[in-house]
């Protein structure tokens, strides 16, 4: 714990911190471009210079050690006339088109410039010009306005794994580059967040909306489920841009592409009013209360057991409690929420959730992953696993599909044989495991959806248990889910009841006509020609599979236009904020059910949100601790059964389209184009 | 690639687009040679010398598929080696003259007359800074300190040989016995023995007046062996220049 | 509002007229006010008696550069060419009368927007 002075004042600060974060402990804010904490340091831009005793020449903050006994001065004559200097060297080459520069606003050489700026240019010579570059849908480039801090060629390499972007040339001649590819990282969109200047913005963004004119509002992702905290900017009802927000245990300060750039989706194939299917079979514009008695209508005279509903991959909390409640007053125990048919729930809370955390898997030393693929299904886990990888020692095995994780994985096997030889200890990872202090195994989707999907959950809680993962404040046992809204659906208990059917025993009743009505809240991820025979109800936000085979259509919230709880895959409750409200006649989720309630017969017992948050509390009581986890205790779950011999595939085949939203996107769409489909024709295959 | 080890993975690329350019087996025994220096995980760090040998095999300069080649054998991710191969600039990124002039002009060449030796080039080529001359001879480039300062002005040639003492009419001389398929004698046009004094030593050489003590020095008639090589060979060249020029003379 | 007493003693005193626009502006000027030396228009002093209210945007452009001193000669002696005739005729400013310029949706011109960035667009069934 070094001491030193900074400006005159004494502050004592942890070991192996710089000068710079030493001064920001001590209060004092140190201009800087190149210097990202999360990044290694360059010291290239010169922004940070301060001066210290015993040094003739100011020093740069980022790249000296704090040592015991230093006196540094922050804001001196010599402080000040350097960073001016500095500053008019890098504008020299900018140019002066901030008034048409999407960074304008949030522009940290604009900012530092009213500091340290001088007022006129001494400069007479011609500026430097520098050809854009094509770097993807994504990312739009002005490298004339590029000040060389080179943080996107870090923030490419280490955080994100792909070494694409670099900088070619030498001195003045110096140009960063991706030698004209697209940046193909699920992460690339990051790159405009720490771009200090206006060379790398967003492409989707451009000249659409200025910073101030925006209003920002805290949420949270539905996309995947890891739940990044997200800051939605809107202008009017309009969701203009996704920006990350900081939260060190679950995203970090970034967030993934698919979050970041999905939300054009929201503007188009809005459900935005009630449609009924008429007597001639078309779908017609209806009210909420036409709506409404439709369904009264057809439910009445049924018994539970003809009633079954389904609850979507990106619901809160609130709506599919109340959707529970709403089954409950119709009798029926038809209920689920696992559209892919994945088999968890059943028993403790454990055996769904990602215990380990995702800022655990920094304690972790070996990892199993089966049937996942984590840069696709969790692209925020995927990067936390691989800042693990590079701090050394940590070995990656993978059982499943052959992948490229950006970091060294050990290829093991494709399907449950492989898991079962770990399992017996017969196979060479088996020691590393065994040898591991704290290891953890990883269950994807690909892995438990599927037919035999108990009996893995059981053998990986058999490798969790005699590889000693599960230990007092360890506890390697993970599931990771792809939908935001599984977790909050399995921890109300949105199960088949006893006696009642799971996804694919709805459909199947719908098909021999033993379930007459199927209510889908939000749900579009199976084959919704199955339903034809039944009579759908449909509840969401987007045109698309589910609405299509609906006979009645009610139109719902999208993330950014409820007050919403969501779970996520670490058992972590996040509350999602209201920014915009749902177009036309949309309502809030809960309150259509609550409203439909009441004309079935029995109306749902919560008016407003605070008490249906108060229900939920009820349900489960782990809702009442937002954004805190405590461990779940490790109890019986799993089914031990007969292994298939299928091998285990990830559920996300394209990490630019999942759901409803983003498949709506156009940015996505672009995505798609760019990465996906080239990868597609090379390979042959369906990857 | 059989030849050379693997080592652990960091990061994602895209893979190399080497085209059709491959080592020659040459190349190859000299990038082994290169290659054996490092670790084997550490083995990137020959990235220099596999370019250089690659810019070798390809008449002197590097081009998108021997720089993305050079990635493809260290298992680097091709935008590094483009770093690099665009950061220095002994690679040439395009076609040089088969004589390349290196002339330099820091401090101590440009006070003895860089600029004159440059200028009567350009004039004699019709060239500038950075290109080829029209037949694929010649090309120039200005360079920083090579180190001969005591023999400036001076050039290099092709990367190695050095011609020492020019002045603009020697350098035309040496311009047109390139073009004639002669390649002139390196070091110093001017008749000196490395770099000896015109005329022989002027220091040191009253050494025994002072009763200087032993060692191979003190009694003045010790010459080193490269010493004593270098003035024979100025000799030879004098003698060779002088019955040569009689001829023409007579 | 009518040019001032003083202004209209001191033309009839000093001014040479000048010339007159199309909108009926005098325009006068007295090459020998005494200017403090140094200024811009220290050589002569230029002028206008507006045919109507004082409002200097009736002044047309030509005029308007001679009374500036950007051009040595009247519009009518070769000081500024004549009007191209693509250019449009001069008006003065419109701003607070009945012919202001209105952005559409003004509530005075029907208070109708075009739809806004914010809209969506609906699905419909097919």
Known sequence: MPTLEIDGKEVTVPQGVNVLQACEIAGHEIPRFCYHERLSIAGNCRMCLVEMERSPKPIASCHMPAQDGMKVWTDTEMVRKARRGVMEFLLINHPLDCPICDQGGECDLQDQAMAYGFDRSRYEENKRAVPEKEMGPLIKTIMTRCIHCTRCIRFAAEVAGVEEIGAVGRGEHMEITTLEQAIDSELSGNLVDICPVGALTSRPYAFSARPWELRKTPSVDVMDAVGSNIRVDTRGRDVMRVLPRLHEDVNEEWIDDKTRHACDGLRRQRLDRPFVRNKKGRLEEATWDEAFTAIAKRLKGKTGEQVGAIAGDQCDAESMLALRDFMGTLGSPNLDCRQDGAKIGQGARAGYLFNTTIAGIEEADACLLVGTNPRREAAMLNARLRKRFLKGGFKVGVVGEQMDLTYQTEYLGAGPETLQQVADGKHPFAETLKNAEKPMIVLGQGALAREDGAAVLALGRQIAESFGMVQEAWNGFNVLHTAAARVAGLDLGLLPGTGGRDVEGILQGAETGEIDTVYLLAADEFDTSRLDNAFVVYQGHHGDAGAHAADVILPGAAYTEKNGTYVNTEGRVQLGRLAGFPPGEARDDWSILRALSAYTGQALPYDNLGQVRQKLIETADTFARIDQLAPAEWEAFGTRGKLGGEPFRSPVANFYMTDPISRNSETMARCTEAFILPKREATGTHG | MSRVTTHPKVTSFRPPETGDFAFTEASWKEAEFALAKYPEDHKASAVMPLLWIAQRQNQGHLTRAAIEYVAQILEMAPIRVHEIATFYTMYNLEKPGKVQLQICRTTPCMLRGADDILAAVKTKLGIDDGEVTEDGLFSLMEVECLGACCNAPMMQVNNEAYYEDLTPEIVERLIDDWRAGKTPTPGSQQGRAGSEPEGGPTVLTDVQDYGAADGPYANGTFVPAEVRRARAAAAQADNEAGTSSDKGSS | ?126
Request: glycine share 10%; charged share 25%; net charge positive.
């Open chain 3, 1 to 126: 509002m009518r040019n001032s007493l003083v202004t209209r003693l001191y033309t009839r005193r000093h001014g040479i007229h000048v010339g007159e626009d199309q909108f009926g502006n005098q325009y006068y000027r007295n090459p020998n006010a005494h200017r403090a030396p140094g200024l811009l228009s220290s050589s002569e002093k230029r002028w206008v008696l507006y045919n109507g209210a004082p409002e200097a945007s009736r002044v047309p452009p030509a005029w308007h550069a001679w009374l500036h001193h950007i051009t040595d000669e009247p519009p009518a002696d070769g000081g500024v060419p004549d009007r191209k005739p693509w250019e449009k005729e001069h008006a003065p400013n419109r701003t607070m009368t009945a012919e202001a310029y209105r952005p559409p949706g003004h509530t005075l011109r029907g208070g109708k927007r075009a739809k806004g960035t914010g809209d969506y667009e609906p699905w419909l069934p097919s």
